[in-house]
Structure formats: C-alpha cells, structure tokens
C-alpha cells in the first residue's frame, strides 16, 4: 500500500542528545515536510523540501535539522539546541503542481525528553 | 495576512443529531482547501479537497462545501465512531505551504 511511514512511533530523549525521526514515503511525491502538534495548537511548519537536495525553514525551524538525499525519504533530526522537544511530530508528502495539492500524513512519532 | 479559523473549538452531539463545523479563511488566492480526520495520537486522515467556490463533496454521513470566505463540514446523523478532531487547512496561491486551523473536537454520544 502507498503511504507515509514515520518511525519510531515513540521515542526518549535524554537532555543533551540529538534524535532522528524517521520518514519514508511511496507516494511518487516531490515535497516533503515536517510538522510539530502541541496540544491546542495547530500544526506549524519545522522545515519542507520540494525537491531532492533541496529544503527550507518553516515558522519554527530553530533546533531542528534535516536532508533531502532520496526523493522517498526526509528525516529530521531534533537537536540539543531545540529547548521544549516534547510533542507530537508528523511527517507528510504531497505532490506538486500548479493547482491546490492534496498533503498527506503520516502516523506520527511521539518525542518525550527524560 | 494568511489565516484558517475553525469554530466551535468543541462540539458534543447526540446520536442522530447533525450539525456543522466551519471553517473560515484569509488568503491572498486559494489553491486549494483540505479537510482532515484526526484521532487521539494518529495523524491526519485526509476527508475531501475543495478547489473554488460552489464546490461540494460528500464521503458517508460528511459533506463539505466551499464559499469564497469558508467551507463547512457538514455531519449527518452522526454516530459515536465520528468522534474525531476535525481539521481544516488551505493553500495559498504562490505557495507549497499549508496553513491549518486548531480543528474541531467533536463527541458524538450513543
């Protein structure tokens, strides 16, 4: 089945350490992103990618890492840098194109800083 | 500057009872209006795109609907396993970036 896989689904992160959040996708699409959901709040923007070896920031970008290497794949790294880390982490995919493009999602990764 | 407001913030139906959620926007062009499905620790399930103004879709019991200023999810005779957060998101022209409303958390009671 086509689809966006993120792993893990939860993960600790002991103060100091970087983590990365993994995201693959087998959509065909050429523009990735990541969100971050507190609870409360919509989702805001981290970083978003349109095109392999290429990324920008999004509203929230500091303390947060990425790469573009293979179309599939997009995963972020949450630096020791990035102050409150704790919450919900989606990834998603869509395609591109001159008219509005359908974004979708994947399952989530829980980050809890311990 | 580019905005999604989605009201009520919660909503609690009865079995049977339908309403509507809304969704307005402010963008400078739409491309597009997304409508999604998010359960308690699970991401987006994606429900409908809209793309002008007079444009309707249904799917089951939902059905959305487009003007130039919002959109509606419509919810008819819901049962309990709608219980959900409703988000709604728009794209605007010149853009691959999304903008999201803080959703609707609806409860339907059996």
Same mark, same amino acid.
């Given at each position: 089945?086509? %689809?966006?896989?993120?792993?893990? /689904? $939860? ?18 699409? &050429? ?6 959901q &507190?609870p ?6 981290? $970083? ?9 920031? +999004? &509203?929230?970008?500091?303390? $947060?890492? #990425? ?17 409150? *880390?704790?919450?919900f ?5 869509? *395609?591109?194109?001159? =008219? ?8 989530g990764?829980?980050?809890? #800083? #311990? | 500057? &580019?905005?999604?407001?989605? =009201? *009520? ?8 009872? =339908? ?9 400078? +062009? ?7 499905r998010q359960d308690p620790g699970k991401g ?19 059905? @959305? ?5 919002? =959109? ?5 005779? *819901?049962?309990?396993?709608?219980s959900a957060t409703?988000?709604? @998101? #728009?794209? @605007?022209?010149?853009? $691959?970036?999304?903008?999201? %409303?803080?959703?609707?958390r609806? /409860?339907?009671?059996?």
């Amino acid at each position: 089945d086509g %689809g966006i896989t993120q792993s893990p /689904k $939860y993960l600790f992160r002991k103060e100091g350490q970087n983590v990365t959040l993994s995201c693959e996708q087998n959509l065909n699409h &050429d523009a990735m992103y990541w969100y971050r959901q &507190d609870p409360g709040q919509g989702l805001r923007l981290i $970083y978003y990618s349109q095109i392999v070896n290429d990324f920008q920031k +999004g &509203d929230i970008a500091e303390g $947060y890492s #990425v790469s573009r290497e293979k179309k599939e794949s997009f995963p972020l790294t949450v630096t020791s840098a990035q102050k409150n *880390p704790t919450a919900f982490y989606l990834c998603a995919s869509s *395609p591109t194109g001159n =008219s509005g493009n359908t974004i979708y999602f994947g399952e989530g990764s829980w980050l809890t #800083v #311990v | 500057e &580019d905005q999604v407001t989605q =009201s *009520p913030e919660a909503l609690r139906l009865q079995e049977g009872e =339908s309403s509507s959620l809304n969704c307005s926007y402010t963008v400078s +062009g739409l491309r597009g209006l997304f409508w999604y499905r998010q359960d308690p620790g699970k991401g987006p399930e994606f429900l409908f795109t809209l793309y002008s103004a007079g444009e309707e879709k249904e799917k089951e019991r939902l059905k @959305a609907t487009l003007t130039k200023k919002e =959109s509606f999810l419509h919810i008819t005779a *819901p049962k309990p396993e709608d219980s959900a957060t409703y988000l709604c @998101a #728009v794209q @605007a022209a010149g853009t $691959y970036k999304y903008i999201f %409303g803080t959703g609707t958390r609806l /409860k339907v009671l059996a």
